[in-house]
């Protein structure tokens, strides 16, 4: 299965939570449907993103990424790749690649939609439709900042960094609510 077959499969089972990420599924699908080339990177209107927040073994501290590009602390994902699996697999390979941390586990449920506008690596303006889940680090994790980040921290899930955006804030409740 493709990731966006793969994706449209998730979005096409998936109970929303209530009506705004019900808004944003239907109309992510919609965009997957109508476009096949909708997990390119090289697609400019928009293309699927994957990201994954990791929350430690005991569920008490999440690792957030300082993000160059947006200069804000926000959960490890990225674009989709020709090699990856599957939706849930893109997420994985973002949040080990960005956070160094064998072992992760990935919850293949859908945590949260976040749709967001930027200029990305092709240097125009688009959106990011970024499926996200909740990744579990083992007890013995230990970080490595990639090239991607200018900082990687834990932080308290009760204290989070200061201008922090709500939608990191929503996916830290879904994370604190699976654990």
Known sequence: MSVRESAIELLTEWDA????????RQSVLA???????ACERACVP??????ALVVNHTGDQVLLTLHPRL????QLGGHCEDSDADIVAAAMREAAE????????????????HVH????S??????HLDLQFIARAPADATIEISDESLDLRWWPVDALPDGIDAAVTHLVSVGRSRV
């Not at 092709?122 to 959106?127: A, D, I, K, N």
Request: a negative charge; one cysteine or more; charged letters at 20%.
């Open 98 to 113: 960005e956070s160094g941390i064998d072992g992760l586990r990935v919850d293949a449920s859908l945590g949260a939609i």
């Open 71 to 74: 200069g804000r602390w926000v």
């Open 122 to 127: 092709l240097g125009v303006p688009t959106r």
């Open 17 to 24: 939570p209530d009506d705004c990420q019900d808004s944003l």
């Open 31 to 37: 965009f997957l449907l109508a476009r096949t080339d």
């Open 117 to 120: 506008a930027l200029t990305c």
């Open 46 to 51: 928009g293309h699927i993103t994957a990201s």
